[in-house]
Structure formats: C-alpha cells, structure tokens
C-alpha cells in the first residue's frame, strides 16, 4: 500500500477483518476499553477510610506526596467505547511466557471512533490514507460503523479487560496498519516502489519488509 498515491479503503484491501484468533492479538478490536485524557492538573485519590460504609465515598483527594506512597490512584476522564490493539503479539504474550501474574499482563489499545466524530470535509481525505494520526477503517456489518482509529491516544490496558473482541484484521491489513503507524511515529512515508541502485530496476518497497505471520 502506498501513501503517496491516493487510494481509498476499498481499494487498499481484498479482506479487512477475520475471526479473532484464541488468544489477545495485534489488530483485534475491543468493545467496552476506557477511550480518555488525563487531565492537568491532575487528582490523585487513595482508598478512603470510610470506603467500608455504604453511601460514602470509596476515594479521596490527597496531595501530590503521592510519589511516596502506595495504593494511590489517578482520576481521569473517560468514555467506554472501541479500541483496537497495537502491540505486535510478542509483546502482548511476554508477560504470559515469562509466567507474571496475570495482573501483571497488558497491551497498548489505540481508541477507534465512528467516522461521523470527524468534519465531513475530513471523511474523503481519511478514507484515503491522506491523514497520519488517523487510520480508516470499512464497516462491518452490525458490529462495526466505518470509523476510524486515532493514533493520538495509545495507552496500556490490562490484558484481562480486553475480553470483549468483535473482530480482528487479516494479516494483510495488519500490515497496513504498521506501515501507517510507521508514517504517524517517524513522519516519513514508504514509497511504494524504489530503484535498486545498482542495477535501478524497480522494486516493491515490501519486499524490504518482514512480517512474521501471527501464530
């Protein structure tokens, strides 16, 4: 797939979405993950100690000496909405390999949003890989509007929240997917062919690339 040669979605891709695979992987999409921004200032909560009686608060305000204690918990903003996640599957199973406490297991969830959230004036430009922060995504039948996934707002999830899958990209689009990112993180663009420069006969640029197939 090109970036610098406008194609739309329906263009880019034969297959967008496959079944999703028993385990947590690379380019699920999950209902139900908190979609946020921490505010600043920022409120930093600890258990309270009337958090046992029915009617009180479970939390309360302390002040920013938080670094030194334990327990304490930050107060956001959030909505519950879709995500898809952005780890590659080796990061996402290293916790589980390497037997941590389940607890201890996460992913990086990228939020995915309606493509209605946008200006109109923005849905051709999206639809057609034109915007780095923003990755299109084709409707899904019921399951899924065409939306979109805003690259902006990455942040860890515990693995056990993200049990919810709808449906997860084919291998293909995963592929996309990175390439995009790669764009969104470096700001830089992979052409699609190149010349070898010995012999400047044209090549795919994704020959260069090795994806290892999910197992």
């Given at each position: ?157 515990r693995y056990s929240l993200l ?53």
């Amino acid at each position: 797939m090109t970036m610098s040669n406008p194609i739309t979605v329906s263009e880019a891709l034969d297959e967008w979405y496959t079944d999703v695979s028993p385990d947590l992987s690379q380019g699920d999409i999950v209902r139900f993950v908190p979609q946020g921004l921490i505010d600043a200032p920022m409120t930093i909560c600890q258990p309270a100690d009337n958090s046992a009686q029915v009617g009180k608060a479970r939390y309360s305000v302390i002040d920013k000496s938080y670094s030194q204690r334990k327990g304490v918990f930050l107060h956001a903003r959030f909505s519950m909405g879709l995500g898809i996640v952005v780890w590659p599957d080796c990061q996402i199973d290293k916790g589980k390999n390497q037997k941590r406490p389940e607890r201890e297991w996460f992913a990086a969830l990228a939020p995915v949003f309606p493509i209605t959230k946008l200006d109109p004036s923005l849905h051709d430009n999206v639809r057609t890989f034109g915007r780095a922060q923003y990755f299109p995504l084709p409707a899904k039948a019921d399951d899924l509007p065409e939306s979109y996934v805003d690259l902006r707002y990455i942040w860890p999830v515990r693995y056990s929240l993200l049990a919810d899958r709808i449906t997860a990209l084919t291998q293909e689009a995963r592929q996309a997917f990175a390439l995009h990112r790669f764009w969104f993180d470096t700001g830089a663009q992979i052409n699609e062919n190149i010349n070898c420069p010995h012999c400047q006969k044209l090549i795919k640029s994704s020959s260069l690339l090795r994806f290892k197939e999910p197992e």
